[in-house]
C-alpha cells in the first residue's frame, strides 16, 4: 500500500528514478480501494467502463454522466493513488465544451484529466491546463475513433505515423501534459518517445520499454471473459471464480 498521497510531481518523479509506473482502471469504489491497497499509484476511470461494466460495444457511447457517475464512486475510496478520470467522445471538441467538461470531472473527484488526440486537440489541452488541471494525453490507437479507424490497429508503421506520433507526444508534453498513454504503438516507436520526452508515458499493447504500463483491470484480472486483447495475459480467473461461487452456493439450496 502506497502510505502518502501520490500526486502527478510523484509520477513524473518515477520515470527520473526509472521506477516503472504501474496504472489500472477503477470504476467503482471497492476496485478504487482494492487497486490503492495494493499499491498502484495510477488509477484511471476510464472510458472503457463503457465496455466492460456498461455493455456498450465500444467507448464511443460512454457520456459525461456515466464517468461522472463512476468516477464519484471510486473517488469516495480516498486513493492515495492519483485518480483521474477520461473525457469521453465528444465532449471535448470545442474549447469551451473541453474545460467545462474537466471542471465537471474535477468536481466528481478527479485530479488529473485525460482525452485522446495530439495537435488536433491542442487548443482544448492548453485551455485545460490554463485553469490548473492536469492533463495526461492519449495517443497511438485512439478508441474514441475506433469507428473511423474501421478497428483497433497497431500504430507506427508507417514513416509518416511514426512522425506523427513524435510530433504529437512533443506538442503534449510541451504544453503541460504530464504524461502520455501510448496504445496499440510499435514497440520501437514506444520506445523512441519514450526516451525523446521528458514526461512519462504509460503503454497498453504498446512493448515493454514504455514508462509505466496500464490495463483494463477487468483483462488483467479475467473478469470480462467474452473478449480479451492479445496483449492482455489475465493473471486470475474473477469470473470463473464467480460462476464457481455461485453454482456452489445454488447447489447447496438443493441439498438435503
Ligand atoms: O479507457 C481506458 O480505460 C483507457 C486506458 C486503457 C488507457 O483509456
Not at 485518480?83 to 467522445?89: T, Y
Not at 492533463?135 to 505515423?161: R, S, T
Request: glycine share 8%.
Amino acid at each position: 500500500m502506497t502510505t502518502m498521497k501520490i500526486s502527478v510531481a510523484e509520477i513524473r518523479a518515477m520515470k527520473s528514478r526509472g521506477e516503472k509506473i504501474a496504472a489500472l482502471t477503477a470504476y467503482d469504489f471497492p476496485m478504487a480501494k482494492l487497486l490503492d491497497e495494493a499499491g498502484v499509484p495510477f488509477l484511471l476511470v476510464g472510458d472503457s467502463v463503457g465496455m466492460v461494466v456498461l455493455g456498450y460495444p465500444n467507448t464511443t457511447h460512454v457520456t459525461m454522466a456515466e464517468i461522472e457517475h463512476h468516477l464519484r464512486a471510486a473517488a469516495r475510496a480516498k486513493p492515495n493513488a492519483l485518480l483521474g478520470a477520461d473525457l469521453p467522445f465528444k465532449s471535448y471538441e470545442t474549447i469551451s465544451e473541453a474545460v467545462a467538461n474537466a471542471k465537471k470531472l474535477v468536481a466528481a473527484g478527479a485530479e488529473y484529466v485525460k482525452a485522446e488526440g495530439g495537435c488536433e486537440i491542442l487548443p482544448q489541452v492548453k485551455a485545460i491546463i490554463a485553469e490548473g488541471i492536469s492533463f495526461c494525453g492519449h495517443l497511438g490507437m485512439l478508441p474514441q475513433h475506433v469507428l473511423e479507424e474501421g478497428g483497433y490497429k497497431i500504430k507506427g508503421k508507417q514513416e509518416a505515423e511514426h512522425q506523427k506520433l513524435l510530433d504529437d507526444a512533443k506538442a503534449l508534453a510541451d504544453a503541460g501534459a504530464f504524461a502520455i498513454v501510448l496504445e496499440l504503438v510499435t514497440s520501437p516507436v514506444a520506445k523512441e518517445i519514450s526516451e525523446k520526452i521528458s514526461v512519462p508515458t504509460i503503454g497498453i499493447g504498446s512493448g515493454p520499454d514504455c514508462d509505466g504500463q496500464i490495463l483494463v483491470t477487468h483483462d488483467l484480472t479475467g473478469s470480462f471473459p467474452w473478449f480479451t486483447p492479445k496483449f492482455a495475459k489475465p493473471l486470475a480467473n474473477c469470473a470463473g471464480e464467480i460462476k464457481k461461487a455461485v453454482t456452489t452456493w445454488k447447489n447447496s439450496l438443493t441439498a438435503v
